[in-house]
């Protein structure tokens, strides 16, 4: 075997530098040299450095021809010691996902480190950070869903990020969104003690405080990333590093809807969860977070088409059941329930169930009825299905729709999530609704009473 040229470390960035500077001079690639025969190759013989991609804290990123698999690859240098990097290369090595940057090699080279791993060509999230360049709110949620099932996956294989931030986040030529960096943070939280290492905005309060961190650490960090994608401006920055720590530790971001006001409240409480000071307090998964976004899409979906929500606002607002609801109270329901079409002559909820969600008519007529008759029918603007979900009680008869329906489906865990006057509201309407049915109701026992002669009209 061929003894492996060594360098210094300061002799090989020298190197890397030198070979930067030719190449922008003469604006083209430098010509490829022809890889050796044998399998032992050197970083230098096997690697051929294009151009520098960026610079972090923990080493510089380099757009690197592999002449062995003849592809190009992203090659982090770093003088970072040897064994943690390693440790961290192995932990995220072993992960693979579509939304993860794949690792194919890590090793030495002197008193240096390398990782060569899955080149990415499009921009990282940083890009995307700022008021001006803002993503469509929907792409942005998408790519933050995407990162929680990377999460997710990492979690349940035992590995934390530990350094969730825009920068780490890349998105390739289709747009899909890819997480690097796993574990890299480790590397450099010796330097975190001197104050060299870079921003402290997107660690959780748990970690500069030095204390177990835990995958609730990187639901803080991601919801960080939301937040800045969602307003152009970090969710904690102090002038300075020790008042950036600070305001992690102790202070609540600017809120949302203060920096822009098309953003649906439901949005505005998933970040608040995942950036709670309390890990407890947090989403306790990824998958958790993931699903509460997945719910404030539909809301974004309808809010380009601005006139078409308050349309949808004006009409909740007439219908009985909201006639006590203000504006925003309705907007605020509205973000966070489905809206459904049901044809004519559909069981929507039957016999025997247990419900989860109740429904309130937008539009159409159902009707209550067993197998062999119908007991009621209800109309636009009232609701059904409230007795199982609150009572949790067995249902008597069947719901069917007499005509096409549009209906709004609220499940009873959204309520819980509401702000307190909204329930205060819907259990006014709902009790408003029932003793509407039961005064209906003892009315038609006693008109059949009066019928049957158990009781005398008067
Ligand atoms: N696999 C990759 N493919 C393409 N570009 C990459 C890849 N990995 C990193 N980069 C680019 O290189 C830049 C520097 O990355 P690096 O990880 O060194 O720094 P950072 O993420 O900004 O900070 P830190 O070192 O603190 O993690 C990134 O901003 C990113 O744009
Ligand atoms: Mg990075």
Avoid at 44 to 53: F, M, P, V
Avoid at 361 to 390: P, Y
Avoid at 424 to 442: G, I
Wanted: charged share 25%; aromatic share 8%.
């Amino acid at each position: 075997m061929r003894p492996k040229k060594r360098f210094k470390a300061s002799q090989f960035i020298d190197l890397i530098e030198s070979r930067l500077t030719l190449y922008n001079i003469f604006e083209s690639p430098p010509k490829k040299r022809q890889a050796p025969a044998s399998d032992a190759y050197t970083f230098e013989q096997r690697y051929n450095i294009e151009r520098k991609l960026g610079q972090g804290a923990s080493g510089t990123v380099y757009l690197v021809w592999d002449q062995y698999i003849k592809r190009y690859v992203a090659t982090k240098l770093s003088k970072m010691n040897a064994d943690r990097f390693m440790a961290e290369a192995q932990s995220a090595g072993r992960l693979k996902h579509a939304n993860i940057v794949s690792i194919h090699d890590a090793s030495t080279n002197g008193d240096f480190c390398y990782l060569t791993m899955e080149y990415i060509a499009g921009p990282d999230l940083g890009k995307f950070c700022d008021k001006d360049h803002l993503l469509p709110l929907k792409r942005a949620l998408k790519i933050i869903i995407s990162i929680c099932e990377a999460l997710n996956y990492a979690h349940k294989n035992g590995v934390i990020h530990k350094d969730i931030k825009p920068t780490n986040i890349l998105l390739d030529q289709e747009n899909i969104p890819k997480l690097t960096d796993f574990g890299i943070t480790q590397m450099v939280e010796s330097t975190l003690k001197f104050g060299i290492f870079g921003t402290p905005s997107y660690m959780s309060p748990e970690q500069l405080k030095n204390e177990v961190i835990t995958k609730k650490s990187d639901i803080f960090s991601l919801g960080c990333v939301l937040y800045e994608l969602v307003t152009g401006q970090k969710a904690f920055e102090g002038d300075n590093f020790f008042s950036t720590i600070y305001k992690v530790i102790y202070e609540e971001p600017t809120s949302i809807s203060s920096i822009r006001q098309d953003i649906p409240p439901i949005l505005e409480k998933i970040i608040k969860k995942a950036l709670s000071k309390e890990p407890e307090k947090r989403y306790q998964t990824c998958l958790d977070f993931a699903h509460d976004l997945g719910i404030a899409i539909p809301d974004l979906n309808s809010s380009g088409s601005g006139n078409k929500v308050k349309g949808l606002i004006n009409y909740v607002q007439n219908l009985p059941f909201f006639q006590k609801f203000t504006e925003s109270q309705v907007k605020e329901l509205i973000s966070g329930c489905n809206i459904i079409k049901v044809p004519q002559d559909k069981i929507i909820l039957a016999e025997g169930d247990i419900g989860d969600a109740f429904y309130v008519i937008l539009r159409g007529i159902v009707k209550v009825a067993t197998n062999s008759k119908d007991i009621a029918t209800i109309k636009a603007g009232e609701c059904f299905g409230e007795m199982g979900c609150i009572g949790g009680q067995v249902r008597m008869a069947n719901i069917v729709s007499v005509t096409d329906c549009i209906l709004m489906r609220i499940k009873i865990i959204q309520i819980d999530e509401l702000s307190d006057l909204i329930q205060l509201q819907f259990y006014k309407s709902f009790s408003t609704t029932l003793c509407r049915r039961l005064s209906k109701s003892s009315s038609k026992t006693s008109r059949v009473m009066k019928k049957s002669g158990f009781v005398k009209a008067h």
